[in-house]
């Protein structure tokens, strides 16, 4: 701990976290002891309540999708928790406040150290399990949606992968800004959680051609689409362009490769775009967090907004945890419960 620090509570020397082994396709999971983070300038410590489980840790396990340079390698970009350390006097208001955070890494921990501008007050009647399904998946759909996207009162959306962890968010944000929601998804169940999320329009890819659904439903087009699945969807999306229409790629789960005719995009004056949330600057994502609690902090408190929770398995399940998303099982978000954990206990291998 730097000396810089004011500690709040006689905390421990050392912490227990999950580090990968062998990064790759065959990686695994297990606990191990480091030293509690030193705390930089404008940092405070989180003793971690519980952390949120995101398709990228699967990626990052991978070895495809690695922590910043000088951030912890620890998998877990979002948690929520007990602020017990400030690096400054200026932070000391946070000192036992119980916060959300978005996280560079290190999550998946007894303690993170994060700027405290990005660290947001748990809303008030939430548990600290839904405060840790918030902060990744809502600031990449805030970003999405409003930052990149413009996305205005009254314009027509389509959510890729809209039962995901960021589609759940994108629904609730998208619906409370005014505009109409359509989403394609793997099955049924899925599609029922998002029109229940709010969305007029659930296409369950499976069974029907979303294209030619939406240009029967929505023969104007669609003003912004959000695609985490790329590949041949680029192409797809190719077809439902309003004028103006933006396309946003945040991920690539169908490939990273396509062909593309480039004449649509033409006609339709439209902008394809791709974005990343983890490589953004420090104050980038102070802005953002400041720009989600400006415009929902409200909506969070009065439970209009709440992240959509499939399942919270105790820190020893984080391999099958891992192993539900990886196969697409999930409805929203699965949360990793970290404090209150049997320190003595081990990892579990897989789902039994
Ligand atoms: N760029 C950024 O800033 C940023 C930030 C956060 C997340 N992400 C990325 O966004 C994606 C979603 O993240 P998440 O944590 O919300 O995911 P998640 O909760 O694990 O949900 C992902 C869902 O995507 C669907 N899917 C998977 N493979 C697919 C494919 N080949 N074609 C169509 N649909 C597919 C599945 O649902 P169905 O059964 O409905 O197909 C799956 O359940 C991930 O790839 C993640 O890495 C990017």
Redesign the pocket.
Same mark, same amino acid.
């Given at each position: 701990m730097a000396e810089a620090a004011l500690i709040r509570t006689g905390l421990p020397a050392q912490m227990r976290c999950i580090e990968v082994l062998e990064p790759g396709k065959h990686s695994r999971l297990q606990f191990s002891r480091q030293p509690l983070p030193e705390l930089a300038c404008g940092q405070v410590l989180i003793q971690v309540a519980a952390a949120g489980?995101?398709?990228?840790d699967?990626?990052q396990r991978r070895g495809l999708?690695p922590a910043m340079p000088d951030e912890s390698p620890t998998l877990g970009?979002e948690v929520s928790g007990v602020v017990v350390a400030a690096a400054e006097p200026e932070l000391a208001g946070w000192l036992g406040k119980e916060v959300m955070a978005l996280v560079p890494g290190g999550g998946y921990a007894e303690y993170v150290r994060v700027p405290a501008a990005h660290v947001m007050p748990v809303p008030q009647g939430w548990d600290l399990i839904q405060a840790a399904a918030t902060p990744?998946?809502f600031l990449?759909a805030y970003?999405?949606l409003f930052s990149i996207g413009q996305l205005q009162p009254g314009q027509r959306v389509l959510l890729? +992968? %809209?039962?995901?962890?960021?589609?759940?968010?994108a629904i609730q944000l998208a619906k409370a800004r005014g505009a109409e929601v359509a989403v394609?998804?793997?099955?049924d169940e899925?599609a029922q959680c998002c029109l229940a999320l709010g969305a007029e329009l659930a296409i369950?890819?499976?069974q029907q051609d979303f294209v030619e659904v939406l240009r029967q439903q929505w023969p104007a087009g669609v003003d912004l689409i959000l695609d985490?699945?790329a590949?041949d969807?680029i192409a797809k999306n190719a077809a439902l362009l309003a004028m103006d229409a933006k396309v946003v790629?945040?991920?690539?789960? +169908? %490939?990273r490769q396509a062909e593309l005719d480039f004449a649509p995009w033409f006609r339709k004056r439209a902008q394809l775009i791709?974005?990343?949330?983890?490589n953004?600057s420090h104050d980038y994502k102070a802005g953002l967090v400041q720009a989600l609690l400006a415009d929902f902090a409200a909506s969070f408190a009065a439970g209009n907004i709440r992240p959509k929770l499939?399942r919270v398995l105790c820190w020893t399940q984080a391999e099958p945890a891992h192993q539900l998303?990886?196969t697409?099982?999930?409805?929203?978000?699965?949360v990793l419960q970290i404090a209150g954990a049997d320190p003595a206990a081990t990892l579990d291998s897989g789902i039994s």
């Open positions: 489980v995101n398709r990228a699967l990626m999708y970009l990744e998946v990449t970003q999405l890729h +992968a %809209g039962a995901s962890g960021v589609g759940t968010a394609t998804v793997g099955s899925k369950n890819y499976r985490p699945v590949g969807y790629i945040y991920a690539m789960m +169908a %490939g791709w974005s990343t949330l983890r953004r499939d998303l990886a697409n099982q999930t409805i929203g978000k699965v």
